[in-house]
């Protein structure tokens, strides 16, 4: 992502640019996946997958198309990363976005409704009680 110049985030939504170095607020520090327990192959498809939804984690995603794009069954999908990381694909989702969406608010430049849209928010009252939810303050607060 990191290129010298300004960076963008796209969706059907909104386009908001980023500062050159928004790659550091990306939320890569999910040391939380354990492939250990699973057979290389099945490891390594665990492994894939959390590396894709961190890379595309603004993206919307639907199983089928994940299931697909990885070349398994849409239930075997389910069943590795809830067994790896305890959690559904979708809530996993969740979690980078908001934790994208903190960075965004920390470094001040951008009002609420914007980092809310940038991260798939229709309405900016339904990002701040999720994000309140999750963090325990209002996204306001972290401004």
């Known amino acids: 992502m990191h290129t010298g110049k ?3 985030i796209q969706n059907p939504r909104s386009t908001v640019v980023l500062h050159p170095h928004a790659d550091s607020l990306m939320p890569v520090s999910y ?4 492939c250990g ?10 492994s894939s997958i959390r590396h894709y939804l ?4 603004l993206e919307d995603h639907t ?15 389910m069943y590795l990363f809830r067994k790896a990381f305890n959690k559904s ?3 996993y989702l969740a979690e980078l976005r908001m934790e994208f969406a903190k ?3 920390q470094k001040g430049n951008m009002r609420v409704v914007d980092v809310a849209r ?9 990002f701040s009680t999720a994000f309140k939810r999750r963090f325990g303050v209002s996204p306001t607060a972290i401004k």
């Open 6 to 8: 300004h960076s963008t």
């Open 31 to 34: 040391n939380d996946l354990e």
């Open 37 to 46: 327990h699973f057979n290389d192959k099945d490891g390594e498809v665990c």
């Open 54 to 57: 961190i890379q595309h984690f």
């Open 63 to 77: 199983l089928e198309k994940l299931s697909r794009y990885f070349g398994i069954n849409p239930n075997k999908l």
């Open 89 to 91: 694909v979708f809530e």
């Open 103 to 105: 960075r965004l608010l």
């Open 118 to 126: 940038a991260i798939g928010y229709k309405n900016p009252n339904h």
